[in-house]
């Protein structure tokens, strides 16, 4: 065995055969823990994508409800009226006394969002609404949505838009007549 001034082993010489090996010891290796660490970005990934797909599920389902509550409040509208706040059909078909006005809707929306630490995501939603208004005596009777209308977890969420202007048109008129002052009493 050798050893060198510091007094440490370097090597050992084996003698076999008349011929000489030099053997040195096995390398030490500390003790890692070889599971994968999570990385910063896959935590943040957890946390954030969760909260941007509720924002998303949020306007989804707010659509959803005004679509909704148009099938009850354009209910008896005048043809006029709805006309005025949705604008030309893309289809009108008359049957006697009975008027079928439909309005299409698309939507292909792609959202992106791009968070430094976690780079880029992207997000793919897309539908189509077609609103069937029935208007019978030039008055609506009955609303229909049909297509590729629901969004996830907000059904008729597409067809929002079609009826997203009368709905604010609606709202102001009430906002306007309950504002509105009284009427001073009439003196005879």
Not at 171 to 180: E, G, I, R, V
Request: proline letters at 6%; a positive charge; charged letters at 20%.
């Amino acid at each position: 065995m050798t050893t060198h001034s510091g007094g440490t082993v370097a090597s050992r010489r084996i003698r076999s055969g008349g011929a000489r090996f030099r053997v040195k010891p096995a390398a030490v290796r500390p003790i890692v823990d070889e599971r994968p660490k999570p990385r910063i970005y896959d935590r943040m990934t957890k946390a954030v994508l969760p909260s941007l797909l509720l924002l998303l599920a949020a306007c989804a389902v707010k659509d959803s409800h005004l679509a909704h509550e148009a099938e009850t409040r354009l209910m008896g509208m005048s043809e006029v009226d709805l006309e005025s706040c949705l604008g030309v059909p893309d289809q009108h078909s008359s049957f006697g006394d009975v008027d079928i006005l439909t309005y299409y809707a698309t939507s292909t929306s792609s959202d992106s969002y791009s968070i430094p630490i976690i780079g880029g995501m992207s997000f793919g939603n897309g539908g189509y609404c077609h609103a069937t208004f029935q208007l019978k005596d030039k008055h609506v009777t009955q609303i229909l949505y049909s297509g590729e209308k629901n969004a996830t977890g907000a059904p008729d969420a597409y067809c929002a838009p079609i009826v997203r202007t009368c709905m604010a048109h609606l709202q102001q008129m009430s906002a306007a007549s309950t504002s509105a002052p009284a009427a001073p009493p009439s003196s005879r």
